[in-house]
């Protein structure tokens, strides 16, 4: 019996050259990314401010059980 033999027309792996070519691109808009950058800190500090103003109690909020007023000694 014959070695097996691959029946394609590829070359070997030893033969293969690989090369990879840049793509030049244009840099990003630093001003936009900027732009975005400052949106979303603040949407995320407004965000956060909400949840502590929700988490508060109101300022004219009043404790449901009264204390006794303290007496004045005359």
């Known amino acids: 019996m014959s070695a097996y033999t691959k029946k394609t ?4 792996f030893e033969e293969r ?4 070519r840049a793509v030049h691109r244009d ?3 630093l ?9 979303l800190t603040l949407r995320e500090t407004g965000a956060t401010r909400a949840a502590q ?3 508060q109690a109101p300022e004219t909020y009043r404790d449901p059980t009264p204390t ?7």
Do not use: F, N, Q, T
């Open 9 to 12: 027309d590829r070359r070997p």
């Open 27 to 29: 840099g990003p808009d």
């Open 53 to 55: 103003l929700a988490a």
């Open 17 to 20: 050259r690989l090369s990879a």
């Open 68 to 74: 006794a007023p303290a007496k004045l000694s005359a």
């Open 31 to 39: 001003h936009k990314l900027c732009e975005v950058l400052i949106r």
